[in-house]
């Protein structure tokens, strides 16, 4: 029987850094990246760090928040071509989530953590994520689980090769072009350059593990 295995995003902080507003390289004005031909606007980007620092804002804690989640727009950037990735590597092997996966999915988290409110301060302390981008978690959450159930891996070292190895032939074939004023992107790692998060790493599937990142 497969071991449970799930993506979780690692709490570990970034390095701060100011607030990047690049309008676009000279090869792909405006992009932040191109990943598989398909461009990731500057404008995307900030939308969705916008809604995350208007979020912290509203929290008590909203200082310690800001602090903790640092260079917000290059974290929020190696989520979005991480979900591109993880797109590619469902549809090659013939995954999908349906709309009944994803409300047990969510539902089981918001159980987990302790309600609705509860899902979304932890989410937004421990990983920058706002409150409407709490669904985009969650089908992440479910698509690696079965992509992991998929290929049938395990747990232990042996399991962890294997999902990295698919992870990263599957970036490297998208060919992600990434603005140089955010780095570049690690195929072999599939993150970020000088980012710290260990996107394949094995945890129980257990909701409220995943959105602490414990």
Sequence with gaps: MHRRTALAVSAALLTAAPLLTACGSDAHPGAAAVVGGRRIEVASLQAQVEDVRHAQ??????AQLVAATGDLSRRKLNVMIFDRVVDEVARDNGVTATRAELQEARTS?????????????????????????????????????????????????????????????ASEELGIDVNPRYGHWDDAQVRLSDTTVPWLRQISQDPAAAASGA
């Design 57 to 62: 804002a509203a929290s008590p804690q909203s």
């Design 109 to 169: 988290f918001v159980r987990q953590a302790g309600g609705e409110d509860r899902l979304a301060a932890v989410l937004l302390q421990e990983q920058g994520v706002a409150p409407d981008q709490i669904d985009a978690f969650v089908r992440r959450n479910v698509l690696m689980n079965k992509i992991a159930q998929k290929l049938g891996v395990t747990e232990g070292p042996e399991g962890q090769k294997k999902l990295t190895d698919v992870f990263s032939a």
